[in-house]
């Protein structure tokens, strides 16, 4: 079975500019939908680049949860996000920064959640020790409102 364990954080977005961008490894443009947000089973369609994926994301407990992914033709998958998938869509850049031997992934969002700035870290196992880099801010793994299924019937940009 396939799971998926992260923290996610805040980004103090001014370190990130003067310090933590530059570190980045690889940027990516990311435009992704869901067939389903229902909690107990949410089903993502992604286009990371020229890679077509579709996600299959069970309950989150704690900070993991069952996922499976599958890549999938990346024409079949810009056709679900134009004609299947929920509205709005999600659209981010992500940076892939090396820390202290861990792999962090910086969402910077667009549209209709410009202004978000997220990081995560995926471990593999659930107490695993970090070393936050100096522009993580807090943590916001259990916090519901951040999870991208969310993000789409509740925009950044509507938030007071």
């Known amino acids: 079975m396939g799971r998926e364990i992260e923290r996610r954080f805040l980004v103090r977005q001014e370190a990130w500019q003067t310090r933590g961008c530059a570190l980045a490894s690889a940027v990516c443009p990311i435009r992704q939908g869901f067939l389903s947000t229902v909690k107990e089973r949410v089903v993502r369609v992604r286009v990371a680049g020229e890679h ?11 900070c993991a949860k069952a996922e499976f992914e599958y890549a999938i033709p990346v024409a079949d998958a810009h056709e679900l996000l134009d004609t299947v998938c929920e509205q709005p869509l999600i659209e981010k850049i992500r940076y892939r920064v ?11 969002f667009l549209g209709v959640n410009q202004g978000l700035l997220l990081a995560e870290v995926e471990l593999t196992e659930e107490r695993q020790e970090i070393v936050l ?26 938030w007071g």
């Open 52 to 62: 077509g994926v579709l996600t299959i994301k069970g309950l989150t407990r704690g």
């Open 98 to 108: 090396e820390h202290e031997g861990l792999v962090w992934e910086v969402d910077e």
């Open 133 to 158: 880099p100096d522009w993580v801010g807090q943590e916001i793994s259990a916090d519901v409102r951040y999870f991208n299924s969310n993000l789409i019937a509740n925009p950044f940009s509507t």
